[in-house]
């Protein structure tokens, strides 16, 4: 496949959110979590786990005296930290915090040796194991994300210190590690590396940087298999050995182009996916190609929960098999919806279909932003879809699935991460292609952009997911024909389309209403989406959901929770053709549509307090009244039971 006209996102600086729902969200990230974050990677927040990062490159300066403190991968914190400042900072311009990331960046790069190597658990606790163990101690995962944050501060501040640090290091684990004799025959146990050296390819145009990163892709899997070599001549532990997942949690059973299925660790997995096309669209290896979509499909058509989380098992934070879904044991790596929506874009830079963007906006309004609290400074790790707290307390299989969100994780890989996937969520609005313009997501903006013609220039307004009206008014178009595709949710069964008050009818491709004419200043698009209350049941492959219903309004999937409907919640059941009243409570978390509905509750008042069994007879039920919130919204007032899937009467 030659990519002829290559779909691009537009860039932050090409995009203004202005409306409230993601307009406060990064607010929110720019005023409470960076600030927060930059206080807890210097362990200044007493009673949160303590990070050590900041304190690890210090000592690796020789700044302070100490032990290395935290994860293997502990630098990785403060590196997803820069990538989200560079984020702000291209949209809301900061003297303050420009100077507080380049103290920080004066730090990590007094650690950096003289050959370039940079990375605080080796400089600390000796150098001479350095690459002994790449399949899992995340040297290359955590300069993936040095490079992504380099880049990302690069690119809003046009300062190269940390890039051209980075670079030294790229430069040195290319000289080391590679096809060539003499060379590690290595690639990450932890996939990063392979994304970002795309991304400084993008900046670079270095075919080095390519080069490696398809190197890195290539060599996965492939026998004599790399990590097993490593793991006997380092004398390395290898902890996967007794468990079914073995070299399958880091993607390496098979070679790439050979794997039917998503399998093993889920952040690593869709990181990968995520770095397999990127190489994909870039050299137009279909073979490549084809794996991505084999994966796309396996992953969002089997393996995938209501609210886009992915990884359904604790263990190994991995996947299983088809259709194994469990609410409650449920892991869901908040990371993981996290890189759901990496691979979705780029998948969506493959292609124009709007299946990848209905996975990525289901992602986002609910696996992502459900794992951050309403003020943003406490997290969930593991994303479930049904809790009970005393389970969770005394349950040591559900043990890991919080009720509350924590301040920190002694293995802190998630609030940096929704730190910098929300700082660059305008990334994820828009795409072009030549003469065509691409509206995935409905976000209430203003964005100017060059297509092949000339300058095309969009303001959005709209109150979505609330209320389902899109206007879009294009303020500069080019003086001849345009092309603007605009997604049709999946979700949305019926739709209007109006120019300038008029009803139109276009062609439906891949999901995107194509609408091609020369566009004038001012012309106003109008796309009203049929939003119901829709109830949804799970294939009945699902065995944790057969005679369950869930519920959604648009992107949205609602959830009951104990502080409006009590406990129990197991006893509740709804009817297929349950009637729903929506209403926009502008007092709930910033606003919200709440919804309410009649339900009914199993009785058991005649069961006595010693019978546990009994012959079976009708079942008795109450009438009750109600309230489903968004499920992004759960776990932010008192602790309680919370459940998506209720059952069906």
């Known amino acids: 496949m030659v990519f002829m006209n290559k779909i691009s996102s537009l860039s932050l600086k090409e995009v203004s959110i202005t409306g409230r729902f993601w307009g406060d969200f990064i607010e929110k990230v720019r005023t409470h979590v960076i600030p927060y974050q930059w206080k807890v990677l210097n362990d200044a927040i007493p009673g949160v786990t303590p990070s050590y990062c900041m304190h690890n490159f210090r000592v690796a300066a020789g700044k302070e005296e100490g032990k290395f403190g935290g994860c293997v991968f502990q630098d990785s914190d403060v590196a997803k930290w820069l990538e989200a400042v560079g984020y702000i900072l291209m949209q809301h311009p900061d003297a303050e915090l420009e100077k507080l990331a380049d103290s920080a960046i004066d730090d990590i790069v007094a650690a950096q040796q003289p ?254 932003i459900a794992a951050m609290s309403y003020d943003g400074t406490s997290f969930f790790y593991v994303n479930p879809l049904e809790v009970v707290p005393e389970a969770s307390e005394k349950d040591y299989l559900r043990h890991h699935v919080k009720v509350t969100r924590q301040k920190w994780f002694g293995c802190a890989c998630c609030p940096p991460n929704i730190a910098r996937f929300l700082a660059s969520f305008g990334n994820y609005i828009f795409s072009k292609s030549g003469d065509t313009f691409y509206v995935h997501l409905f976000v209430e903006s203003k964005t100017a952009t060059e297509l092949k013609s000339g300058t095309f220039a969009l303001d959005i307004q709209t109150n979505y997911p609330w209320e389902n009206t899109i206007l879009m008014k294009v303020k500069t178009a080019p003086s001849s024909s345009a092309q603007i595709a605009i997604r049709i949710p999946g979700w949305c069964e019926d739709y209007k389309l109006r120019i300038n008050g008029k009803t139109v009818q276009t062609p439906v491709e891949n999901g995107y209403a194509m609408m091609e004419q020369v566009f004038r200043k001012e012309d106003e698009i ?124």
């Open 115 to 368: 050959d370039g190597y940079l990375d605080t658990y080796y400089i600390i606790n000796g150098l001479e194991k350095r690459f002994t163990n790449l399949k899992d101690n995340h040297e290359l995962y955590c300069l993936g994300h040095f490079l992504e944050g380099a880049v990302a501060y690069y690119q809003a501040t046009g300062k190269d210190k940390l890039l051209n640090a980075l670079i030294r290091y790229v430069d040195l684990v290319d000289r080391l590690i590679g096809s060539e004799e003499g060379k590690i025959h290595g690639y990450p146990g932890h996939e990063e590396m392979e994304l970002a050296l795309m991304k400084l390819y993008s900046i670079t145009k270095d075919e080095k940087h390519l080069k490696l990163a398809k190197y890195f892709i290539d060599e996965r899997g492939k026998e004599p298999l790399f990590f097993r070599e490593e793991t006997e001549k380092n004398d390395n532990k290898f902890h996967w050995e007794k468990s079914p997942l073995s070299y399958h949690y880091y993607q390496a059973g098979k070679p790439v182009r050979e794997q039917q299925h998503a399998v093993g660790h889920a952040v690593r997995a869709v990181y990968l996916y995520s770095g397999m096309a990127d190489v994909a669209v870039e050299t137009g290896d279909q073979s490549l190609i084809d794996a991505c979509k084999r994966l796309w499909d396996d992953v969002t058509n089997r393996q995938m929960y209501i609210t886009g989380a992915i990884g359904s098992s604790a263990h190994g934070e991995a996947f299983t098999f088809d259709y194994d879904l469990p609410n409650d044991t449920i892991y869901a790596e908040t990371c993981a919806s996290i890189g759901l929506c990496f691979f979705a874009k780029r998948m969506m830079d493959m292609e124009c279909s709007a299946q990848y963007a209905d996975v990525l906006e289901r992602s986002l309004y609910n696996g992502v």
């Open 526 to 649: 109008e796309l009203i989406l049929d939003m119901p209350v829709t109830i949804v049941e799970a294939n009945p492959r699902v065995r944790e959901d057969i005679g369950k219903l869930a519920v959604m309004r648009g992107p949205l999937v609602y959830c009951l929770e104990e502080a409006d409907n009590g406990k129990d919640l197991h006893r509740i059941y709804i009817e297929r053709n349950t009637a729903f009243r929506h209403e926009y409570d502008r007092t709930f978390f910033g606003g919200a549509v709440i919804l309410e509905s009649d339900g009914k509750r199993l009785s058991q008042e005649e069961w006595g307090a010693d019978s546990l069994y009994r012959k079976v007879s009708e079942p008795k039920f109450e009438d009750v009244r109600l309230k489903w919130i968004p499920y992004y919204l759960w776990a932010n007032r008192e602790s309680g039971e919370m459940t998506v899937w209720v059952r069906r009467k």
